[in-house]
C-alpha cells in the first residue's frame, strides 16, 4: 500500500508541475538587461519586450543592472521558473576569455533565442584621409611606430575585438586606447584624441549622418538597412574584421525546456514590419532565431573570439 500511495503522490506532483508550467506566465516577467538604460542593448530589450510581452499576454518589465558581471551574476542565481531572464550582449561570451574569478559559469545560463545586432561601424575623425578600408590601411601605415589610437568602450569590449582583429588582419600598428564607456570612446574620435573606434550604429549613425564623424565600413555580415552606402568589411577585403553588437535572450540553468520553446516563439514577434521599422530606424536589425541557431552562435563566437583572445594576449583587467 505503500507503495501504491507513493507512486500516486510521484504523479499528483507530476500533474501538479505540468498544470503550473501550462499556466505561464501568470504574473509578469523579468528581463535583466546588463547594461544601463539608453544603449543598444536597452532599446532592444525595451522594444522586444513590448513586443513578446503581448504574444505571451503578459507583462515583461525591464530590470537594469550595470556592471561587468553584476546582471549576470543577478539571472545565473535566480530560480529558474520562467520569471528571470537576461538580454545579454558580448560579454556572454567574452567575459570568461577575459576575466578571472567569474561569480558564475558560462553553463549557469542557457540560450533562449537571439533578438537582434547593432552593427558595428568603424570609424575616424573627418580629419582622417580615408574614405575605406584600403586607404584607411595605407594611412594607417604611415603612422610610425607608434601607429594609429583607437579608442574602445573598455579592455575586453566589442570595439576592443574589433581592434584586435583590425590588428591582426592589416598588421598595422594600433595603439589600443580603453574609455569607460562607447560614448567615452567615440567623444574621444569626434574630440581627435583618438584617430578611430568602432561602435553600434545606433551610437554612430547621427554623427555619421551630420558629418561629425567619417564611416570607414561596417563589421557586420551585411550592409545597415538604414545606411545601405556603407558596405562591409568583408566587401572591402577583411573578412575576419566581423562581429555586431547582438542582444540575445538567456534563462537560468534549470529553466523548463517547454517555456524556453515558448519564449522563443514569442521572441519572433520582433521579426514582425513594424517592429523591424521600429528598431531599424536606430540601425539595428532585428534576428529572432530558433534556439539551437541561437546556442550554435554562442558556441561559434566563444571558439572564434577564444582563438583571438589568446593570441593577442587580451585581458578584461588591462
Do not use: C
Request: hydrophobic residues 45%; glycine residues 10%; neutral net charge.
Amino acid at each position: 500500500m505503500k507503495g501504491v500511495a507513493l507512486a500516486a503522490a510521484i504523479l499528483v506532483g507530476a500533474i501538479s508541475a505540468t498544470a503550473a508550467r501550462a499556466e505561464w506566465p501568470d504574473h509578469p516577467i523579468r528581463w535583466v538587461v546588463p547594461f544601463g538604460p539608453g544603449g543598444a542593448n536597452d532599446l532592444i530589450a525595451r522594444v522586444a519586450a513590448e513586443a513578446a510581452g503581448k504574444n505571451l499576454g503578459q507583462q515583461i518589465l525591464i530590470e537594469n543592472r550595470p556592471g561587468a558581471t553584476v546582471g549576470t551574476q543577478t539571472v545565473a542565481r535566480a530560480a529558474p521558473d520562467g520569471y528571470t531572464f537576461m538580454v545579454g550582449a558580448a560579454g556572454v561570451i567574452t567575459n570568461s576569455l577575459l576575466l578571472k574569478n567569474l561569480p558564475y559559469q558560462d553553463s549557469d545560463l542557457v540560450p533562449v533565442g537571439m533578438i537582434a545586432v547593432a552593427p558595428s561601424v568603424i570609424v575616424v575623425n573627418p580629419s582622417v584621409p580615408a574614405s575605406n578600408m584600403a586607404e584607411f590601411v595605407a594611412w594607417a601605415k604611415t603612422q610610425g611606430d607608434k601607429g594609429l589610437t583607437w579608442s574602445t568602450a573598455g579592455s575586453g569590449s566589442t570595439p576592443h575585438f574589433v581592434a584586435e582583429m583590425f590588428k591582426e588582419a592589416t598588421g598595422a600598428n594600433v595603439t589600443i586606447v580603453p574609455y569607460r564607456s562607447g560614448n567615452d570612446g567615440v567623444n574621444a574620435v569626434l574630440s581627435n584624441s583618438a584617430s578611430v573606434t568602432s561602435e553600434a550604429s545606433i551610437v554612430v549613425l547621427p554623427q555619421i549622418k551630420a558629418g561629425l564623424l567619417k564611416a570607414i565600413a561596417t563589421t557586420y555580415e551585411k550592409r545597415i538597412a538604414a545606411y545601405p552606402q556603407l558596405s562591409t568589411t568583408a566587401e572591402q577585403g577583411f573578412p575576419t574584421v566581423r562581429i555586431g553588437h547582438w542582444a540575445g535572450l538567456l534563462a537560468p540553468r534549470g529553466t523548463p525546456e517547454s517555456i524556453i520553446a515558448r519564449m522563443n516563439a514569442a521572441l519572433s514577434a520582433v521579426n514582425a514590419p513594424e517592429v523591424q521599422a521600429k528598431l531599424g530606424e536606430s540601425g539595428i536589425e532585428t534576428a529572432a532565431g530558433s534556439v539551437a541557431d541561437f546556442a550554435a552562435f554562442i558556441a561559434g563566437e566563444r571558439q572564434r573570439l577564444g582563438t583571438l583572445a589568446a593570441k593577442a594576449k587580451m585581458s578584461g583587467d588591462q
